[in-house]
């Protein structure tokens, strides 16, 4: 027997679980774009990877140390807040830790909103769930990477609530919460005090205390506490120096004219910048009663930024903005709401809900939006190969590596962000992905051009090569080298010290071969050579399969070091290491194979003596 849904039901379910069930799937669905930004090495060892050794490092007893910045972690940014995520990472020690309470985070900036509106419209109040969801400007900030900021969206959120149900105690430790966010976070407490004193006239005392507070706790942090736990300044002072040289001096610009926060709106790019925030919020929350307070003046202030992150307004930056925001437009609808005669809420929830589904469709950078990238979120077989790389890594071992590959490596004592490292202090392994994905801070012929010096060298052994992906390790590390010996030498005066032949296997990954070589496979063939005298004459060496009759099967030749080194600027005394790559045929490939080396003049092509070369290996059949 079927029990027909009536609507009843439907209007039950409706109020009681719609906005939990949009929010679980907001969360699923971020979380999912984010984790997929991360498998395709989108996202950046700054600042993902910083917060994750950071976090990881805190978890195992080194407390707030990341070796990617000098000194604390706490003299960049006082967050002692993430002590909370430190359990988390002894169980979990994953970056996508973080971009799941990232995501986390952005969902409950629209819960006071929801809990607003809730007891006065419950069939309504799920709607400003679906047009936050919507919202492109929120879909912008989660398509960031984490930063402890993100966590204020939680504390504000539960402020602002605190805040409209008067609830004094649970206001006074949410803030207090947002104080341990971050130290600018101070700014935030002042503008809630700022709110009391001008708003709330029975309360005026209070927001006075308030402000003493966030000041007092901003210009404590960034005057004393972090210069004194770091290199004796606060790092991010220039974030205003349009207004001067520290944190005091800005306020006291903006105490002695606080319409300097005005000025710059005139400007277009400025304008635009609040058309793309407010838009979609059809301006609901500029016609609060004061509310505006809580979240206008940090605006202001953010556009006037030189940092492009800061006055774009898509940034991190924004989160702490969202619950003040949201819940703005909330107590508008409630107050538009009584004065339409119960028709005000209904309309301009209709009409909030239109617009971020219209400018979803015009700028949001999520699946469907008009600003949706589908390379960022589409795994291909060079990530999956990129994965299996940095499984490779030895977790004990220091690492360097690009950025997209360093957020992948983070949870270890010591990283570096490659090139940043000198060379007292050099990694014991360096990863690299000569293809160029997520390079920074060098263009991917730049890495091209440090992966052929790294191969010349032979202090920098090659751990892992496949599909342009390459890790080196120091001699120190890998112990004695592990070359072969050979006794080879040409008349001009180059030796060969060593060889070593590496073979690709089924996965394209060369592995250190010690069976007969495979059809279609392509071998590296690693050789030492040293230069006893000076050389007038460019010459070429020549690698070669070829079979015991002199069949020439494959074949690679380059002047010494893949042409980075010609022999006529080659130095007497110098060892180098000599790469080359020999495709083997797919079909017709003997089991009985000589590995030849030749040195000829690269002008005439006549042979050097002994004309011979010499004979690395051979691979007899069974």
Same mark, same amino acid.
């Given at each position: 027997?079927?029990?027909?849904? $009536?609507? /009843? ?8 679980? +719609? @906005? %939990?069930? *949009?929010?679980? =799937? #907001? ?112 879909? $912008?900030? /989660? ?8 966590? +204020? @969206? %939680?504390? *504000?959120?539960? =402020? #602002? ?462």
């Amino acid at each position: 027997m079927t029990f027909p849904i $009536q609507p /009843a039901m439907l209007t039950r379910w409706w109020r009681s679980w +719609a @906005a %939990p069930v *949009l929010l679980a =799937a #907001f969360v699923l669905a971020t979380t999912t774009l984010a984790w997929l930004r991360h498998a395709t090495f989108h996202t950046s060892l700054f600042d993902l990877g910083y917060y994750t050794q950071v976090i990881w490092n805190t978890a195992h007893g080194r407390w707030f140390v990341s070796s990617l910045k000098p000194g604390i972690f706490l003299a960049d940014h006082f967050s002692p807040i993430l002590l909370l995520l430190a359990p988390i990472f002894a169980l979990f020690p994953d970056a996508r830790v973080l971009l799941l309470v990232e995501m986390v985070a952005l969902a409950v900036a629209i819960v006071p909103a929801y809990l607003i509106l809730k007891p006065r419209y419950p069939n309504l109040a799920p709607l400003i769930v679906v047009a936050y969801v919507l919202n492109p400007s929120v879909h $912008q900030i /989660a398509t960031k990477n984490f930063h402890e900021i993100f966590l +204020a @969206a %939680p504390t *504000l959120a539960l =402020a #602002f609530y605190a805040s409209y149900r008067r609830k004094t105690t649970l206001l006074l430790i949410a803030l207090g919460l947002t104080l341990l966010v971050r130290e600018d976070m101070g700014i935030y407490v002042a503008l809630f005090g700022l709110y009391y004193a001008l708003c709330r006239s029975s309360r005026r005392w209070f927001g006075i205390l308030l402000i003493g507070m966030g000041v007092v706790w901003l210009l404590t942090l960034t005057g004393w506490v972090m210069p004194a736990l770091g290199e004796g300044y606060y790092r991010h002072g220039g974030q205003f120096s349009r207004w001067g040289g520290s944190i005091p001096d800005v306020l006291a610009a903006l105490i002695k004219d606080p319409s300097v926060l005005l000025r710059t709106l005139t400007a277009p790019e400025q304008i635009k910048t609040l058309l793309k925030v407010f838009l979609p919020l059809l301006f609901l929350p500029l016609l609060a009663r004061g509310e505006q307070l809580l979240w206008l003046p940090a605006i202001l202030l953010l556009l006037q930024s030189p940092n492009a992150d800061a006055s774009s307004l898509d940034s991190w930056y924004m989160v702490p903005l969202l619950p003040l925001i949201w819940g703005t437009i909330a107590l508008v609808l409630v107050r538009v709401q009584i004065q339409w005669k119960h028709q005000g809420a209904k309309i301009g929830l209709g009409l909030l809900l239109a617009a971020n589904i219209s400018f979803f469709l015009l700028w949001s950078p999520f699946p469907g939006g008009g600003r949706f990238d589908v390379v960022p979120y589409t795994v291909q077989e060079h990530h999956r190969i990129g994965h299996r790389v940095v499984r490779r890594i030895p977790p004990d071992v220091s690492v360097a590596a690009q950025s997209g590959l360093g957020a992948h490596l983070a949870t270890r004592e010591k990283l570096s962000l490659f090139p940043w490292f000198s060379e007292e202090n050099s990694p014991e392994m360096i990863v690299l992905d000569a293809t160029g994905l997520n390079s920074y801070p060098l263009h991917y012929s730049e890495i091209e051009g440090i992966v052929d010096t790294y191969r010349m060298d032979p202090r920098m052994q090659v751990y892992w090569e496949q599909d342009g992906y390459i890790v080196f390790r120091t001699s120190e590390v890998a112990g004695t080298s592990p070359w072969r010996t050979v006794e080879c030498m040409w008349d001009v005066g180059v030796r060969v010290e060593g060889y070593e032949i590496a073979q690709t296997d089924e996965t394209g990954a060369f592995m250190q071969d010690s069976t007969s070589p495979a059809p279609g496979q392509t071998l590296r063939v690693e050789l030492y050579l040293e230069a006893l005298t000076p050389m007038d004459t460019n010459y070429s060496i020549s690698v070669r399969a070829i079979t015991p009759e002199g069949r020439l099967l494959a074949q690679d030749d380059s002047w010494p070091a893949r042409g980075l080194m010609p022999t006529v600027v080659w130095p007497a005394g110098q060892l180098l290491r000599d790469t080359h790559y020999l495709t083997l045929p797919m079909e017709n490939l003997p089991n009985s194979l000589l590995l030849q080396v030749v040195m000829y003049d690269s002008a005439t092509l006549e042979r050097v003596s002994p004309a011979s070369g010499c004979v690395l290996t051979a691979w007899e059949d069974e």
